[in-house]
C-alpha cells in the first residue's frame, strides 16, 4: 500500500490518519495544530423545468456525457440557498428561468459523495436557450423523452418519476439512493 502524504491545510504540517475521540470516521488530524481535515459531499442543485406538458433538456456540451441530455444541474457554490443555486445552473446552462413550484426530490450517491437537490419549476421567459455548456435546449413533450440518450441515472429517476406522477396525477417528493 502506498502511503499518501497529506499536509494541513491550516498550518502546512503533516497530518495523520486517526481516529478521533467522538467521531466514527478516522480523520486526517495535523500533528502540530490538531486541526481536523473533514472530507464532505458536494451537493448538487437543479431543476425539472415545466412548461404546458412539456419538459425542458439541455444536450451537454462537456464531458461527462457529452451529447446527451440532461435537466439543467450542478454544484452548489458558497453563499447560495438550494433554490438559489438551482436558478442560477438554471441560467447559465439554458438561460431558463422558472418559478418554483416545490422540492421535487432528492438523489443521494455515496460512493462519488454527491447529494442533489432537484426543484419542479414553471418555465417563465421564452427566450431559453444553450449558453456555455449546452449545445442545445428543447422541450420535450411527455412522450418524446430521448430515454436512451439521457446523460445520468439520476435523471432517469427525476423524468421516469415525472411522467408517473404526471399521468397518475399524484404530487409526491421522491428520493433515492444510489448505491
Given amino acids: 500500500v502506498d502511503f499518501i502524504m497529506i499536509y494541513c491545510e491550516k498550518c502546512g504540517s503533516i497530518t495523520e490518519n486517526s481516529n478521533?475521540?467522538?467521531d466514527s470516521i478516522r480523520r486526517d488530524v495535523c500533528k502540530s495544530c490538531s486541526f481536523?481535515?473533514?472530507?464532505?459531499?458536494?451537493?448538487?442543485?437543479?431543476?425539472?423545468?415545466?412548461k404546458d406538458e412539456s419538459i425542458l433538456l439541455c444536450k451537454r456540451d462537456i464531458e461527462p456525457?457529452?451529447?446527451?441530455?440532461t435537466i439543467p444541474s450542478g454544484f452548489m457554490e458558497m453563499n447560495e440557498s438550494l433554490e438559489d443555486g438551482a436558478r442560477r445552473e438554471s441560467i447559465e446552462e439554458a438561460n431558463c428561468k422558472f418559478d418554483i413550484?416545490?422540492?421535487?426530490?432528492?438523489?443521494?450517491?455515496?460512493?462519488?459523495g454527491q447529494v442533489?437537490?432537484?426543484f419542479l419549476g414553471k418555465i417563465i421567459n421564452n427566450d431559453y436557450r444553450a449558453m456555455d455548456e449546452?449545445?442545445?435546449?428543447?422541450?420535450?413533450?411527455?412522450?418524446?423523452?430521448p430515454w436512451d440518450q439521457?446523460?445520468?441515472p439520476s435523471v432517469k429517476f427525476f423524468l421516469s418519476n415525472y411522467v408517473n406522477d404526471n399521468s397518475n396525477g399524484k404530487k409526491f417528493l421522491f428520493h433515492s439512493n444510489f448505491s
Fill in 20 to 22: 478521533v475521540e467522538g
Fill in 36 to 50: 481536523i481535515r473533514y472530507i464532505n459531499p458536494k451537493i448538487i442543485v437543479g431543476v425539472l423545468p415545466v
Fill in 65 to 69: 456525457s457529452k451529447g446527451k441530455w
Fill in 101 to 112: 413550484i416545490r422540492l421535487y426530490g432528492t438523489y443521494s450517491i455515496p460512493v462519488i
Fill in 116 to 118: 442533489l437537490f432537484v
Fill in 134 to 145: 449546452t449545445s442545445e435546449v428543447r422541450l420535450f413533450p411527455i412522450s418524446k423523452i
Fill in 150 to 152: 439521457i446523460a445520468f
